[in-house]
């Protein structure tokens, strides 16, 4: 069994920053890729950036400039710095990644989710 545990959502102002977190646990013996997705209300879940175990990364044209994702491989953690938010990045965001356990299964795994708001 794996978990992913995101923290680190909340209210900012526009222009403001704020830092995400997922730590991923469990039977866990390497993870392909961890990223971030979001879902505004009244709309479809997107993809917002992904980093790859290679350290590649990719991530929406919408973000890109202002958001940065990094990795802890040693702590199985991925983390999305969102900087110069607008009222358009609010939404929850949701960690993702694709596991191999150590019986070496691989399948995606979704994170509980945390609200960020980007309100005056």
């Known amino acids: 069994q794996v978990q992913l545990v995101e923290s680190g959502g909340g209210l900012v102002q526009p222009g403001g920053s704020l830092r995400l977190s997922c730590a991923a646990s469990?039977?866990?013996?390497?993870?392909?890729?961890m990223g971030w997705y979001r879902q505004a209300p009244g709309k479809r879940r997107e993809l917002v950036a992904v980093?790859?175990?290679?350290?590649?990364?990719n991530s929406a044209d919408s973000v890109k400039g202002r958001f940065t994702i990094s990795r802890d491989n040693a702590k199985n953690t991925v983390y999305l710095q969102m900087n110069a938010l607008k009222p358009e990045d609010t939404a929850v965001y949701y960690c993702n990644a694709e596991v191999v356990n150590t019986s070496g299964y691989q399948r995606g795994y979704w994170g509980q989710g945390t609200q960020v708001t980007v309100s005056p």
């Open positions: 980093i790859f175990s290679d350290d590649s990364t």
């Open positions: 469990g039977s866990i013996f390497s993870i392909n890729f």
